[in-house]
């Protein structure tokens, strides 16, 4: 049986909006496996950003316990977490989040810096990660010279870059048209299974979700269904 | 540690606005420069001040002349080595506006007195062999182009000339002060060549100073008593002060000057420690949501401090350097140009040491406040561009 890359345990998470308190998740538990691809779908609210928030280590539940690429999150300190996110987390963001003042190249460098690679190592891991995407032409090119699925290939050749076992992508298409965003689905999917990676996508939309190998449904803070789309070998293309 | 990379991209994001602080920020330097070089320069007689030499002048003030007969009781009072008369003149070449200092003294007494006087071998013999010649400061000289040979004339302002003409003196040599207590940009003259003149009209000129020179190890307190003991009970009392002392009077004489430049430039520090951290808050709300990609990239919170501290501190030391250029490159402009009236305008390496530990604090003071609340930023709030 393969290994759990992600275990949620009992996990609640609640914000105070207005003097309210929210409930976002609600002793929420789940496992999934290493090198899968998963889709996690659900209602605005349900809670889908804020359960990757805290895999990711972004933030911390009010209750439960993490376990994710081997460690569990809540026995490290601040300092610890970083440099967890650093080796074992790559992110990708609805808005890209590019640093607007560094090129393509000098986005995807940014992680490796946090690494003991050298310059020239650096520099050969970032071309690399960017031929990967398709940007091999587009280096030198500042965030704002590139279409919005440029940006977003940038995003995930950076989240690649340090090579960490997952990859946490928050609604990676939603700002992309819908050639932008099957370029950046078919990026996922090869990510997952030549370089298995464990994938964990948020998304609406369900064209996105039938990449995945499994759905994970949320709503209101808890677990609904699971659909098992395909098995590990055979990713949707 | 923060990436210079980043942190001159993120300081040539807004160019004008980081152009405009650090211009901001040289000019506030530089005029630290200058301020508290005001205040050294006033300082520097006083330090430089020969602790053999005193002054003694009218009880009641500056102002009020001395009878030329007191020299000779202060050459007999024990201890004292040797006195010159200093008589200030006023006068002023061709215009008013041309103003610079000139005293009748004893030219016999003045070389052995103030050693930091230079003037060549020759050109003393000159001075000593003509009563009405005079030497001139390098400064004063280079200011009105005048050289060894030169007929200055003077318009006797206070002191006009019995004839109604122009006092007349030959530049015998010119000086070079080797101490700031010294002036560059002085006149010396014979005191006969003064007193004789005036004395034609019946005119009996007074002193404003007389100048000791007291014996190596001699007790100076002591020598100051029996000084104004020694006028007690004539026309005119005395006080007797160390060279140091008299200097002081002179930089006390405007007031507490480095209390009222101290709030000047303390003033200055804070309005440009306030434009600058407001500077640094606007650059920092900028990146918030880059903070927090940072912050999920795997920078740590510690990282994210550093590297809006050290956009302040760059942005401060080349604002604060460029300051301290200036000051320096303008130092002999400026030493020119108030050389009348703030004679020996320096700016010392202190100084230059004060700016450069001004710029310094600025950086850090004006980096904090930011650098603390990118520290303080929650990932998932800086990602959502909340500050």
Redesign the interface.
């Known amino acids: 049986m393969t290994e759990a890359m992600i275990r949620v345990k009992g996990v609640t998470k609640t914000y105070k909006r207005g003097g309210e308190s929210l409930r976002v998740l609600d002793r929420l538990g789940l496992e999934m496996e290493e090198g899968r691809f998963y889709a996690l779908m659900g209602p605005s609210g349900s809670g889908k950003t804020t359960l990757l ?1 805290l895999i ?1 280590g ?2 911390v539940p009010d209750e439960g316990d993490l376990f994710v690429a081997g460690e569990n999150l809540a026995e490290l300190s ?2 610890e977490l ?6 074992s987390v790559g ?1 990708v ?1 609805q808005g890209f ?6 090129s393509a190249f ?1 986005n995807v460098e ?2 490796l ?2 690494t003991p690679l050298s310059r020239a190592e650096r520099r050969q891991h970032a071309e690399h990660a960017l031929k990967l995407v398709g940007l091999g032409d587009r280096m030198h090119h500042r965030p704002k010279q590139l279409s919005g699925g440029q940006e977003q290939r940038v995003a995930i050749a ?1 989240a690649i870059a340090s090579d960490p076992k997952v990859i946490l992508a928050d609604e990676p298409t939603g700002d992309l048209d819908r050639k932008s965003a099957d370029q950046v689905l078919e990026l996922l999917v090869q990510l997952n299974r030549e370089f298995k990676k464990t994938i964990l996508m948020v998304t609406h939309d369900p064209h996105a979700a039938n990449h995945a190998q499994s759905i994970v449904h949320l709503d209101k803070g808890q677990l609904g269904r699971i659909e098992e789309l395909r098995p590990a070998a055979a990713a949707a293309r | 540690m923060a ?1 210079f ?2 942190v001159w ?2 300081l ?2 807004r160019p004008l606005r980081s152009l405009l602080t650090i211009l901001s920020l040289a000019v506030a330097i530089f005029l630290i420069c200058g301020l508290r070089s005001l205040i050294t320069t006033l300082n520097a007689g006083v330090a430089a001040a020969d602790n053999r030499r005193m002054a003694v002048m009218s009880k009641t003030g500056l102002f009020v002349e001395l009878p030329i007969k007191y020299q000779a009781t202060l050459d007999r009072l024990p201890g004292v080595e040797m006195t010159t008369k200093f008589q200030w003149f006023g006068g002023y070449y061709r215009s008013q506006k041309n103003f610079f200092a000139q005293f009748a003294i004893d030219p016999a007494n003045l070389f052995e007195m103030y050693p930091e006087c230079k003037v060549s071998a020759e050109e003393q013999a000159a001075f000593l062999g003509d009563r009405t010649s005079c030497i001139i400061g390098d400064v004063l000289a280079s200011d009105f182009g005048w050289k060894v040979g030169d007929n200055v004339p003077l318009i006797g302002a206070l002191h006009p000339h019995p004839d109604n003409k122009a006092w007349e003196f030959r530049v015998a040599g010119i000086y070079h002060s080797s101490a700031p207590n010294f002036d560059n940009r002085t006149m010396f003259f014979h005191w006969d060549y003064f007193e004789k003149t005036l004395e034609a009209n019946g005119v009996t000129p007074g002193v404003g100073v007389f100048s000791m020179r007291v014996a190596q190890g001699s007790d100076v307190a002591a020598i100051k008593l029996a000084v104004e003991q020694a006028f007690e009970d004539s026309e005119q009392r005395v006080a007797c002060e160390t060279e140091a002392d008299f200097q002081r009077q002179f930089v006390t004489m405007f007031g507490n000057i480095p209390l009222f430049v101290g709030w000047i430039g303390g003033g200055v520090v804070l309005a440009i420690l306030l434009a600058s951290i407001n500077t640094m808050l606007m650059s920092m709300r900028e990146q918030t ?2 903070i ?11 990282a994210m401090f550093g590297l809006l501290i050290a956009q302040a501190l760059f942005l401060c030391l080349v604002g604060g350097g460029l300051g301290i250029a200036v000051a320096a490159l303008t130092q002999a402009p400026i030493a020119t140009w108030m050389a009348a009236t703030f004679p020996g305008y320096a700016i010392t390496n202190g100084t230059f040491a004060f700016a450069a530990l001004v710029t310094l604090l600025l950086g850090l003071a004006a980096g904090a406040v930011p650098a603390w609340r990118a520290r303080n930023l ?3 709030e800086a ?1 959502r561009g909340m500050d």
Do not use: Y
């Open positions: 928030n990711g972004l933030d601040s300092a970083a440099h967890w996110r650093s080796r992110f963001f989040n590019l640093i607007p003042v560094l000098e940014l992680p810096k946090l950076r | 990436s990379q980043l991209r993120n040539m994001r949501v880059e927090g990609i940072q912050k999920a990239l795997g920078f740590t919170d510690g929650r990932c998932v990602l």
